[in-house]
């Protein structure tokens, strides 16, 4: 979530000649992105960019829908599936697309080059310096969540600060701005202390209070960034262990984005992070109830994957008739091989603590044939443990 930066549209007008207003395609395509239905989203952004070719936003959200499907496809939009449950998939993730990397580079790098155009004609046009500052801050986000450079991803997070804080001492006015003044302010604040002298010696200097005042501000008196500044405060709420305020956002969140199944899951996640299972556990299961009753946009999940999850909560807690319930649902369905490897594990588990040795021994034999290294090696200590 953290690259939702682009801002909805001061003003969109009518094409030449044309009845439909542009709009139509922009709130379409915001409505598509926050749902997670990027195809759909991309589609209607360049249908707008088309119409107005020299709207550098549109650019942008074209930019910005190409990372975020990118970043879906990487599934480093569903960290709460890949949680110390079930880490051992982490490192099944597929790498970034070398193609599409190099597509979202130059879309901004073209974005750039029209709003250093613009500038150099007029340099105190606030909706170019703005436009400016979230391709940078777009480009940062990349930097750190695909390229896994902080220092990369500090230096593009600075541009983009340097040129909102123009914005502002331009136009004190244009609140969209205080959204990634506030990110980077947040961010940099946040830098351990063990290396804070060295960003200072850099020239970053930042203030976790100060940035969330910041964002804060960007969420109330915005235009444009409500929605992205909400999502990015619920982010940095959970990071402080302010769950119930991360909470009060995502809640409205999903209200408004209700084909987006990422958002409950993100509530659940709260309550597993303040260690109430309990409510965790209530909202999965009931994600996973819309999944499968058809609910829209849901069928995106990892069906299994959410199982797991379930499945390894309710064993947690000692429920272990609906624990194997919830693993029977990846054992039966599941094309992972893996997931299935790992759900044996658990399985057998569940079987020693109900005293059902032999149904134990049956689901780690299985899983000793399966060609996955760590979870044979598991199967097989437990099989010797089993035999004496």
Not at 60 to 76: D, M, P, Q, V
Not at 221 to 239: D, E, H, P
Request: with cysteine.
């Amino acid at each position: 979530m953290a690259a939702l930066l682009a801002p909805l549209p001061g003003q969109v007008r009518p094409a030449a000649g044309d009845t439909i207003d542009t709009a139509v395609f922009v709130h379409a395509g915001l409505d598509h992105f926050y749902n997670v239905e990027y195809a759909d989203a991309l589609s209607n952004f360049q249908k707008a960019s088309e119409r107005e070719p020299d709207n550098l936003f549109y650019r942008n959200y074209i930019a910005n829908t190409h990372l975020f499907a990118e970043l879906r496809r990487l599934g480093k939009l569903e960290g709460n599936l890949y949680d110390a449950s079930n880490g051992f998939l982490a490192s099944k993730k597929p790498e970034p697309n070398p193609t599409e990397i190099a597509r979202i580079n130059g879309l901004f790098k073209r974005v750039r080059g029209l709003c250093e155009a613009r500038l150099k004609e007029h340099r105190r046009d606030t909706d170019a310096l703005y436009a400016l500052g979230v391709t940078y801050a777009l480009e940062g986000s990349m930097k750190f969540t695909l390229d896994k450079s902080w220092t990369e991803a500090l230096r593009a997070g600075s541009r983009a600060n340097n040129y909102h804080e123009k914005v502002l001492a331009l136009d004190p006015g244009y609140h969209d701005a205080k959204l990634v003044t506030g990110m980077y302010q947040y961010i940099v604040g946040s830098i351990p202390r063990s290396v804070k002298w060295l960003a200072f010696l850099l020239g970053y200097r930042g203030s976790r209070t100060r940035g969330v005042e910041l964002m804060q501000e960007a969420m109330v008196k915005g235009k444009n960034t409500t929605s992205a500044a909400a999502f990015l405060l619920s982010i940095v709420y959970a990071r402080e262990k302010k769950h119930e305020y991360s909470r009060r956002l995502l809640r409205p969140l999903s209200e408004y984005f209700p084909r987006n199944p990422l958002v409950p899951l993100e509530i659940g996640r709260s309550y597993l992070r303040e260690g109430n299972q309990k409510k965790a556990l209530e909202i999965y299961v009931q994600v996973a109830k819309d999944m499968e009753a058809g609910r829209p946009g849901f069928h995106r999940l990892p069906r299994e994957r959410l199982w797991y999850q379930i499945g390894f909560l309710y064993q947690r807690n000692g429920n272990f008739p609906e624990a194997l319930d919830a693993y029977a649902r990846v054992a039966e369905h599941s094309s992972d091989g893996l997931l299935k490897a790992y759900t044996g594990l658990r399985r057998g588990e569940i079987y020693i603590a109900q005293n059902r040795l032999e149904h134990a021994r049956a689901e780690y034999q299985k899983v000793a044939a399966m060609p996955y290294e760590e979870a044979r090696r598991q199967a097989q200590l437990r099989l010797r443990s089993l035999s004496h």
